[in-house]
């Protein structure tokens, strides 16, 4: 299957900064990205779908001026966690969508101190 | 709303042993995908398999095959000599088929496999 990479797998920041995770698409271009959420022992939380050129459409509840996606290219889409806040730890993955098929990046874990 | 449930937290099977993992979903639409994605503790999700609701033959991969119950919403998932690379949580998954506004995938909450050695 078709290959989406995430960078970084793991960063640890200090409370207040801004982290920026990449989400690509490797061996295929995909219109349609998504972000999810995953919380220890749970399911995976869709946040928001990005749609290459265009905003991205967020779920309920999830704060858009927090969690800005960019989604500039055909194979790259980013999600920068602003301010972040220990509540913000999490593991990020991003998922992107070739035809009918959807591909899942390997995560990345957020620890925010 | 579409809703997917998964009744089983986690679940236990001896190695080279069947097991099936439940699930049941909630739409009103008539065309859609069902999938089974497998999370090892590497935390990369998986695609074990799918269905189209439109094909009445239940859908294999190998050891991977789907009990597809159209009209009791129910969509389980056999797993067939059970080895112990399988353990990992399983997620059922529903998508709706046309690409529109809606078509993002539906999680369950997850059934946690133990194989047994």
Known sequence: GAVVSQHPSRVICKSGTSV???CRSLD????TMFWYRQFPKQSLMLMATSNEGSKATYEQGVEKDKFLINHASLTLSTL????AHPEDSSFYICSARQGFEQFFGPGTRLTVL | AQTVTQSQPEMSVQEAETVTLSCTYDTSESDYYLFWYKQPPSRQMILVIRQEAYKQQNATENRFSVNFQKAAKSFSLKISDSQLG???MYFCAYRIRP??????I??????RLHILP
């Open chain 1, 20 to 22: 920026k995770i990449e």
């Open chain 1, 28 to 31: 295929f271009q995909a219109t």
């Open chain 1, 80 to 83: 920068t966690v602003t301010s």
């Open chain 2, 86 to 88: 399988d353990a990992a």
């Open chain 2, 99 to 104: 690409m529109n506004r809606d078509d993002k």
């Open chain 2, 106 to 111: 539906i999680f369950g909450k997850g059934t």
